[in-house]
Structure formats: structure tokens, C-alpha cells
């Protein structure tokens, strides 16, 4: 194999500085390399230990422009990979694995980068070619597992953690995100809230309607209640289960505890009821159906 000296090497850059090879030119270049005339058609390249570590010492530091980064994007415009080039790409990378030392090496070298994302947001066009994409597509168990262990001992900082909840917030006044996001977890009434449902439909028939599936498309400060009066009052039936809603579970989210919920609807101008799993399941049926007239009754203060 020929080498070039560093002095030929010069030159030749030197030489060719500036020279920009033309569209036509690129063409037939292009045409003249396919297929069975490219030199390593059919071959798979192998580069030595050393090959690959003057290559690695030729390529460090270099940052692509912005400038260059925009000739590549403009080149790949309109071009997409074939399916046999996918699978074969599959095939190729199937079951190689990044060592620890080289995945520090990668977060290392990124450290301090602004992501190609920040500030930038996907259109409605692109949203929708993503979520196409994805749909039906399920995380294998050692996915899930790889991704468990990726986020082990990572925490976030109390600004992060906040900007999160108010971002998380905002979306959730939106009647849309919410109808996507109750979709999406197949939500569907529970035992208890079928039983409470029965007893609303026994006792105060067309008063109250089920809405904790979002079927009736009400979301009140963020939460979605589970029963809403129909009939112009402000009053509100939330069933809670014993586990989902005991302190263990509720104490680092105070907007689901009992006390939070009362009092998110109660500044919003609604009344709420609060029916808990051991009452319903201990109590009969009369007793949970004077419990709901005693606060159907109850007159509002102010």
C-alpha cells in the first residue's frame, strides 16, 4: 500500500484548498463508484489496531460546522435507506455491546455540548410521523432491563425536578394531552367505581355522570374527576383506593392525597366527596347512599 510522506501530504492539501468539485462532477463521480465498480464491493472492511488508533488521533478534537452540517443535511434530503440495507444495518449491529470504559469515554467527549434539540420543539408533521413509527412497537425485558440500569443512581436537581412539574402542569390543563394520555393507559372504571356508579344510577338517577376515563372530556385544575354532577352544581365524586392513595404512596404528592384533591377543587369553586375502598367495601349500600345525600344536601359557603 502507498504512503504519502507528511511533506506530499501538505502539498496536496495545500493544492487542493478551495477546489470544490461541481454537481455534475459529484454525478458521475457517484455513478462511477457503484455497485460492483466500487473497489470494496462485496468486502468487508478490517483496519488494524493501528490504523484504527491513527485515525482516532487524526479525528480528535474536529467539530463539524455548522456550515458543513448543513451541506450533509441538504445532501441527504430526499434519500432513504432501502429495507435490505436496514436489515442488513440490524444484522450488523445485533448483540454489540458498549464497554464501560468506551460509554465514559462518549459522555465524556459530550460533556458540556448544547443538545441539537434545546430550545427547538417538532412539528405537528414530524409528532405525528414519530407516534406512527412507535405505535405497537414493545420494550423486550432486556431492554427495560438495560434502560433500569442506565438511570441506577441518577438523580435530579430540585430546579429540574420543578421545571418538570410545571411543564407536566401546564400540559395537563390541556383537554387534548389529557384525552391522549387516558387513552393511551386504556383506563376503564374499576370495581369500586362500577359499585359507586350503581349507587349514584340507584339513588340520584341523572345527577351524577362518570367521567374518570376522561368520557365526558372535564379536567378540573389538572385532575380528572371520577364522578361530576350533571345538573349545574359544582360537585365532585372521587373514589380512592386504599393502596394507590395511602400516605406511603401520596406523601411526596400532595395534589393526589385526600386533603390535596379537596382543596384544588374547593379554590376552583367545587364541593368534592372523597369514598374510600374500606368504607365502600365495609359499609352497605344504604349507608354509602346517605353519606352522598348528606353532601349532595349540604349548602355551599358564600
Same mark, same amino acid.
Request: glycine content about 8%; proline content about 2%; some cysteine.
Given at each position: 500500500?502507498?504512503?504519502?510522506s ?12 478551495g477546489?470544490h468539485l ?6 458521475k463521480l457517484s455513478?462511477?463508484m457503484r ?5 470494496l464491493?462485496?468486502k468487508r ?7 484504527r488508533?491513527r485515525m482516532?488521533?487524526a479525528h480528535k478534537g ?15 434530503? =430526499?434519500?432513504?435507506? !432501502? @429495507? ?7 444484522? &450488523?449491529?445485533? /448483540? %454489540? *455491546?458498549? +464497554? ?12 458540556g455540548?448544547i443538545g441539537?434539540?434545546? =430550545?427547538?420543539h417538532? !412539528? @405537528?408533521?414530524?409528532?405525528n410521523k414519530i407516534?406512527? &413509527?412507535?405505535k /405497537? %412497537? *414493545?420494550l +423486550?425485558?432486556?431492554?427495560?432491563r438495560?434502560?433500569?440500569?442506565g438511570h441506577?443512581?441518577?438523580?435530579l436537581?430540585a430546579?429540574?425536578?420543578?421545571h418538570l412539574?410545571?411543564g407536566?402542569?401546564?400540559k395537563?390543563?390541556?383537554p387534548?394531552?389529557?384525552?391522549k394520555?387516558?387513552?393511551g393507559?386504556?383506563?376503564?372504571p374499576t370495581s369500586l367505581e362500577?359499585?359507586?356508579a350503581?349507587?349514584l344510577?340507584?339513588?340520584f ?5 362518570y367521567?374518570?376515563d376522561?368520557s365526558?372530556?372535564?379536567a378540573?385544575g389538572?385532575q380528572i ?26 406523601k411526596n ?8 384533591k ?7 369553586g367545587?364541593?368534592?366527596?372523597v369514598?374510600w375502598?374500606k368504607d365502600i ?14 353532601f349532595?344536601?349540604k349548602?355551599?359557603?358564600?
Amino acid at each position: 500500500m502507498k504512503c504519502f510522506s507528511e511533506e506530499t501530504k501538505r502539498r496536496m492539501s495545500i493544492a487542493h484548498k478551495g477546489k470544490h468539485l461541481s454537481k455534475e462532477a459529484r454525478e458521475k463521480l457517484s455513478i462511477a463508484m457503484r455497485g460492483e465498480r466500487n473497489p470494496l464491493y462485496g468486502k468487508r472492511l478490517s483496519l488494524s489496531e493501528e490504523t484504527r488508533r491513527r485515525m482516532s488521533i487524526a479525528h480528535k478534537g474536529k467539530r463539524i460546522s455548522d456550515s458543513q452540517k448543513q451541506c450533509i443535511s441538504e445532501t441527504l434530503k =430526499g434519500h432513504s435507506v !432501502s @429495507e435490505e440495507t436496514r436489515n442488513k444495518l440490524r444484522a &450488523a449491529f445485533k /448483540g %454489540r *455491546t458498549l +464497554s464501560q470504559e468506551t460509554r465514559m469515554k462518549m459522555s465524556v467527549a459530550d460533556a458540556g455540548r448544547i443538545g441539537p434539540m434545546r =430550545g427547538k420543539h417538532h !412539528s @405537528e408533521t414530524v409528532k405525528n410521523k414519530i407516534a406512527k &413509527a412507535l405505535k /405497537g %412497537r *414493545t420494550l +423486550s425485558d432486556i431492554q427495560r432491563r438495560h434502560i433500569s440500569q442506565g438511570h441506577k443512581g441518577m438523580h435530579l436537581s430540585a430546579s429540574h425536578r420543578l421545571h418538570l412539574s410545571e411543564g407536566m402542569s401546564k400540559k395537563w390543563q390541556n383537554p387534548e394531552f389529557v384525552k391522549k394520555m387516558i387513552q393511551g393507559f386504556h383506563h376503564r372504571p374499576t370495581s369500586l367505581e362500577t359499585k359507586v356508579a350503581t349507587i349514584l344510577d340507584k339513588y340520584f338517577p341523572r345527577q351524577f355522570a362518570y367521567n374518570g376515563d376522561f368520557s365526558l372530556g372535564i379536567a378540573i385544575g389538572g385532575q380528572i374527576p371520577d364522578f361530576v354532577n350533571v345538573n349545574g352544581k359544582k360537585q365532585i365524586i372521587e373514589v380512592f383506593g386504599d393502596y394507590w392513595h395511602s400516605q406511603m404512596l401520596t406523601k411526596n404528592r400532595w395534589k393526589v392525597s385526600e386533603l390535596g384533591k379537596i382543596m384544588i377543587y374547593n379554590s376552583l369553586g367545587y364541593d368534592c366527596l372523597v369514598l374510600w375502598q374500606k368504607d365502600i367495601k365495609k359499609q352497605p349500600e344504604v349507608e354509602i347512599a346517605n353519606t352522598i345525600k348528606s353532601f349532595v344536601t349540604k349548602r355551599r359557603r358564600g
